[in-house]
């Protein structure tokens, strides 16, 4: 048997894939399989070292607004526009933790783990607590035990203002207070089964919870709104609607619990580059559910191989939206088979 330093030196050497469109990822060979799989490290921290400069010039540039901005009407536009790029960014590091808690970076859970918690900061979005439930997500779609750490909205939005509700719901927030609630007194998280993962979970509310009470104790002894400029206003207005906008195309009106085949079951968006971007090619979403293991940024690879055995592809967001707004496509109503 080869040892496993050839086998690497032999992945890193190897062509790229020049095969014709398949139909299964059964189709796809051995090699191309293993190049499809290897490990991204350094493409992933390199990531993650970006986004989180980005916001930390960002952070610098709101602490010192009155320097840069004045104090005047005129510093208001600039400001507004740095709230958006950290709303974005904030959504944008959770598509990383969502790289990060399938391993496609680094082997070493303990890595994986320190920076998906500084990656779930800015959201309140634990680590453990997505791993858990997202893996979950991969090993029950298509089934009544499928479930989404982040919901998806039970009614329709057929309508702009719908839409935007859904995605301003600010139900998440209070689910999530009551998280770090429980963790800072102790209280089990219910619906974590396996103990480590449970105590886990409770350690990283736990850490938001004092962050968040620290920067509350900082703006009340200093009067500085910067706390709620930074990090609460971007969160609630921008980051967390664009997440939700970013997820909800993922299964939302396929029969996703009792549909099987990840290709009708899941949904792609051939997205534009900035927008690839800031889902980190989560956008490719049927590819990510047929090889889980398969870095996101080799998801557009898989996507072209085995793009025409899918049942649902959008050419944008925007395409995709058009629909759900105009009632073309609806929450899917399981009980029945159809959609609402």
């Known amino acids: 048997m080869k040892n496993l330093a050839i086998i690497s030196s032999e992945l890193e050497t ?36 970006f986004a989180l400069s980005a916001i930390a010039a960002a952070l610098v540039a709101v602490f010192h607004r009155e320097t840069l901005f004045g104090t005047g009407m005129g510093g208001i536009l600039p400001l507004a526009g ?3 790029i950290l709303g974005l960014l904030y959504a944008h590091f959770t598509e990383l933790q969502h790289e990060l808690l399938h391993g496609h970076g680094f082997r070493s859970d303990a890595i994986n783990r320190a920076l998906g918690f500084v990656c779930g ?11 858990y439930h997202h893996l979950a997500h991969h090993r029950f779609l298509g089934t009544d035990r499928n479930s989404e750490f982040f919901t998806y909205p039970k009614r329709g939005l057929d309508g702009v203002g719908k839409l935007v509700l859904a995605a301003l719901d600010p139900s998440r927030f209070g689910t999530v207070a009551r998280r770090i609630g429980r963790a800072l007194v102790g209280k089990p998280i219910e619906d974590v089964a396996d103990p480590l993962v449970a105590r886990q979970v409770a350690q990283e509310y736990a850490a938001y919870g004092l962050i968040l009470a620290a920067s509350a104790v900082y703006g009340v002894a200093t009067g500085d709104p910067f706390v709620l400029i ?15 906008l970013i997820e ?18 899941t949904r792609s968006i ?29 998801c557009p690879e898989l996507h072209r191989l085995t793009r025409e055995s899918y049942g649902a592809v959008e050419p944008s967001y925007l395409a995709f939206y058009r629909k759900v707004v105009a009632g073309e496509i609806k ?5 029945r088979g159809t959609l609402n």
């Not at 900061?121 to 791993?131: C, G, K, M, Q, V």
């Not at 930074?230 to 939700?244: D, N, R, Y």
């Not at 900035?274 to 398969?294: P, S």
């Open 331 to 335: 929450p899917f109503d399981n009980a």
């Open 230 to 244: 930074a990090w609460i206003i971007p969160l609630v207005l921008v980051a967390e609607p664009t997440h939700f």
């Open 248 to 265: 909800l195309p993922e299964h939302f009106g396929l029969d996703a619990h009792g549909m099987r085949d990840v290709r009708l079951n």
């Open 121 to 131: 900061l800015f959201t309140l979005s634990s680590y453990s607590h997505y791993r």
């Open 270 to 298: 051939e997205a534009s580059p900035l927008l690839r971007w800031l889902t980190n090619g989560n956008n490719l979403h049927t590819a990510h559910h047929l090889m889980a293991g398969v870095p996101m940024e080799r």
């Open 14 to 49: 190897a062509p790229a894939i020049s095969m014709p469109p398949v139909v299964s990822v059964r189709d796809l060979d051995r090699d191309d399989r293993r190049r499809l799989l290897k490990r991204t490290p350094l493409r992933t921290g390199t990531k993650f070292g």
């Open 82 to 84: 740095l709230m958006v």
